[in-house]
């Protein structure tokens, strides 16, 4: 066994040590766990192997990591998935803080609905936002192409989206035929 796994050894057992002693006597000021700075790339492989634990899909999460912050992007399905790998990460031995700045796909439909919303080419049309993990689709009918197309562009433009896909057809327009 090397020094540092023996250095490292002793250290987590005096750690455990504390963590069993009752601090809270009356009168006497709690002791905190004595913290025990780790390696980026040893916390990174935790996190990691931790998230690979998760019964859901977390394809589109990165990791950012510096100096045992922690920095969340991506998209996840919901506020529940976004809570619950903030919370794994902070639970990992040396990390000094986490930035959870995940998406959720309700939150990227919610941007692309205001963002359609609020520009003239695509504010009277009536389209379909689907969004998983930052893949949208786009679908219904709009009144010109030009619509088709700049609603793809306002979603492509908004945090969280990875791609697009237009599935909107442009409503065709019949003249009106003169009866006789």
Do not use: H
Request: a negative charge; charged letters at 30%.
């Amino acid at each position: 066994m090397s020094l540092e796994s023996q250095e490292r050894e002793y250290l987590e057992s005096r750690s455990e040590r504390r963590l069993e002693q009752k601090v809270d006597a009356p009168g006497e000021p709690a002791q905190l766990p004595t913290f025990f700075p780790r390696s980026d790339a040893e916390i990174l492989t935790d996190f990691q192997r931790r998230l690979r634990e998760a019964s859901f899909d977390l394809m589109t999460v990165r990791i950012g990591l510096r100096n045992g912050v922690i920095l969340l992007t991506g998209v996840v399905r919901d506020v529940e998935v976004k809570n619950w790998v903030g919370s794994v990460a902070s639970a990992v031995e040396g990390v000094v803080d986490v930035e959870n700045a995940l998406y959720t796909d309700s939150s990227v439909i919610a941007r692309i609905r205001g963002a359609l919303g609020s520009d003239c080419r695509t504010d009277a049309s009536l389209i379909n936002i689907n969004s998983r993990q930052g893949v949208v689709r786009l679908g219904g009918e709009v009144d010109s192409e030009e619509a088709r197309l700049a609603a793809e562009e306002i979603a492509a433009r908004q945090p969280g989206v990875f791609t697009v896909v237009n599935a909107m057809t442009v409503r065709s327009r019949q003249l009106d035929e003169p009866t006789g």
